[in-house]
């Protein structure tokens, strides 16, 4: 068998790993990611109505799915689409600077109602357009504030005399609103840089030039929670996609300020804004240091441990798309650097937060959303190096039987057998009540993945919980023995099988780097000669040879075919066919195929050479010369050294 591999998404790894983030090739158009990512305002306190969204033909209970999430507000009134370049329609710094407005509290909560008695309208999500020539009337759930907004279709104006119309108005003057003194206008500046830079990419370079985003930042420091929810939401779409602009940030000290406000505030949807904004800059490698060492704790404190144990902090509930962003953000900051990773597996409560939410997720079976995926992502990731990058955990690991096992050149290319691995005693991966990094390994952890690989319906959080099974297997210490004699224990391989044939080629890659890794410890191979053994002659009897998008995969099958026929060949005589026999003389002699070339040719020759097998296809009406010949006899040369090779200590 050929080296472990193990899978994770950093830059500058091994061509064995994975990259397993949230990506941009993901994404859809410009338009539509934003449309789905928009989530209907529910206040919990006390502010001036936001209604500065564009049209959207979504439901606004889509959450946030990508990693750098634009922002828009979502539609809270009739058919009009405040803050749209038409000319028709009036804008939010309009509305913010209308001195015909009333407030009034009750109760903490806010009501905003219509001086002719019209009922609330529900939120338009057709795109609809009109002209506002009346008092509107905008009500949403919690809220407590009562508004008379009066808007005509003339009406431009603002207080204090002011006279900024929405087409006359330059990003210039909106960033020098900001710096005015008048909250309001502040206000205004602020909610016209958030539209123009959720319609327009130049306006993001703009703002830049203008050196807008230093000051924006500076108002995140208001005690004005309007001004604070807008100054967020500008600055989320400032950042997106733009590594420069996120770079400003950082060298302004905004990631202390947006961090240190996450924890302060009480207001959810200034949360949301500004965890979505920390999830738009943790795309950025250049800024995952500081967020990791600035952030982490703050939001684990502040987010991951009030969601996941709301019973012993019932004084801070935590809405679930604050949740999605934080872990979106803990996601793209766990593909950083070994040192980054290293540091964030000694966070207290991150991985022991991530493991409570899954937990209960599983306990209830809803484990198909977008957080669910990303606590996954998580723990791949952590899972990467762990028996390097955290010995101290795994020093008492001891073989009961003070034998590993045959590791004789002959082992996996004779028909003698090697001897059997035994059980290896590994008793801290069976402790009751892990904490922090012995979740990684612990017992209840496979036994999670394996019941998320069974249940789930999304492709991208199978993927990770086979990465995780993929990095926990791939060591050459006795820990990836222990892992892979426990997923076996587990039941685990009637579970990953059925993947080996997945249409996901990268759920498929996956689930078979985590066979070919099982496949090395020899006690196992008896029972994955009959549970993975015909899906892994499936795959490759049904290989497209015209394409090479499945090289590794077809690379890692032909290697796992040769470990389990030659130490069970009777378990081959259901598997081997003339389709599978024909895709490996053609791989074998493809030169497209670079990784897979040399194991198919490989396979071929020991197929022949061993005489249970040699006998079946015979009587098949196979010949040597298909198995025998110079191309597959260079091959099994080469594949033969690299196994020794392989055996050597890491």
């Not at 999500?125 to 808007?151: C, F, H, I, P, Y």
């Not at 002011?162 to 020098?176: F, G, I, R």
């Not at 389709?579 to 020759?605: C, H, V, W």
Request: glycine content about 4%; proline content about 4%; overall charge neutral.
């Amino acid at each position: 068998m050929g080296e472990p591999v193990r899978s994770t998404m950093g830059i500058g790894l091994a061509e064995d790993t994975s990259l397993v983030m949230p990506s941009d090739k993901n994404q859809c158009t410009g338009q539509q990611r934003v449309l789905q990512q928009v989530k209907s305002i529910k206040r919990t306190k006390s502010k001036i109505v936001k209604n500065d969204s564009l049209p959207s033909p979504t439901s606004p209970e889509s959450a946030t799915e990508y990693s750098e999430p634009k922002f828009q507000f979502s539609p809270t009134t009739g058919p009009v689409s405040i803050l749209s370049r038409s000319s028709t329609s009036t804008s939010r710094w309009q509305s913010i600077m209308n001195s015909h407005h009333t407030v009034r509290r009750q109760n903490g909560s806010i009501y905003q109602s219509v001086s002719n008695g019209m009922k609330p309208h529900e939120p338009i999500m057709n795109g609809q357009k009109g002209n506002l020539s009346r008092a509107r009337t905008v009500k949403t759930a919690s809220q407590s504030q009562e508004l008379n907004l009066v808007r005509n279709k003339s009406d431009s104006s603002g207080v204090n005399g002011s006279n900024w119309a929405m087409d006359a108005m330059t990003l210039q003057e909106a960033v020098e609103l900001l710096t005015h003194p008048d909250i309001n206008q502040q206000l205004c500046g602020a909610s016209f840089i958030q539209h123009c830079t959720y319609v327009k990419g130049e306006a993001r370079r703009e703002v830049c030039q203008l050196e807008g985003i230093h000051t924006l930042i500076q108002l995140l420091k208001s005690e004005n929670l309007d001004l604070q929810q807008t100054v967020a939401a500008a600055l989320r779409n400032v950042v997106f996609k733009d590594p420069k602009n996120k770079s400003k940030v950082k060298l302004y000290g905004g990631i202390k300020v947006i961090v240190d406000l996450v924890q302060s505030t009480e207001e959810a949807e200034i949360q949301k804004q500004l965890t979505g904004l920390l999830w738009n800059l943790s795309s950025a490698d250049d800024l995952k240091p500081e967020l990791i060492k600035t952030g982490l704790v703050l939001l684990t404190e502040s987010i991951l441990q009030p969601y996941t144990q709301p019973h012993s902090y019932t004084e801070k509930l935590i809405e679930p798309e604050i949740f999605l962003n934080t872990t979106g953000c803990i996601r793209n900051l766990s593909c950083s650097t070994d040192d980054d990773r290293i540091w964030m597996r000694d966070c207290p409560y991150l991985i022991d937060s991530l493991m409570t939410f899954l937990q209960g997720r599983l306990e209830i079976g809803e484990l198909d959303d977008k957080s669910v995926e990303n606590c996954v992502c998580v723990l791949h990731n952590l899972s990467f190096k762990l028996d390097k990058e955290a010995p101290e955990h795994f020093s008492i690991i001891e073989d009961s039987q003070k034998e590993t096992g045959d590791k004789s050149k002959n082992s996996l290319f004779s028909s003698k057998r090697p001897k059997i691995q035994k059980e290896l005693s590994f008793p801290a991966m069976d402790t009751l009540d892990p904490e922090g990094v012995s979740w990684l390994y612990n017992r209840k952890s496979l036994q999670m993945y394996l019941s998320l690989l069974r249940l789930c319906q999304n492709e991208s959080t199978l993927e990770a919980c086979c990465g995780t099974l993929q990095n926990l297997t791939a060591s050459k210490h006795l820990v990836s023995t222990v892992m892979s004699q426990a997923i076996e224990k587990l039941n685990g391989l009637p579970t990953i099988s059925p993947l080996l044939n997945s249409k996901n080629q990268n759920l498929q890659k996956t689930a078979m780097f985590v066979v070919g890794n099982m496949s090395r410890v020899s006690n196992l191979r008896a029972t994955m000669a009959k549970e993975a053994l015909p899906e892994v002659s499936a795959f490759i009897s049904s290989v497209d040879i015209t394409t090479v998008k499945a090289d590794d995969t077809i690379a890692t099958a032909c290697s796992v075919m040769q470990t389990l026929v030659v130490a069970e060949p009777e378990h081959s005589k259901n598997v081997l066919n003339r389709d599978m026999i024909m895709n490996l003389t053609s791989l074998s002699e493809n030169m497209s195929f670079s990784k897979a070339r040399q194991p198919a040719g490989a396979l071929l020759y020991s197929l022949w050479g061993q005489k249970y097998i040699n006998n079946r296809l015979k009587k098949k009406g196979m010949v040597k010369d298909t198995f025998v010949n110079p191309v597959t006899a260079a091959s099994y040369k080469l594949i033969s050294s690299k196994h020794l090779e392989s055996l050597k200590p890491e």
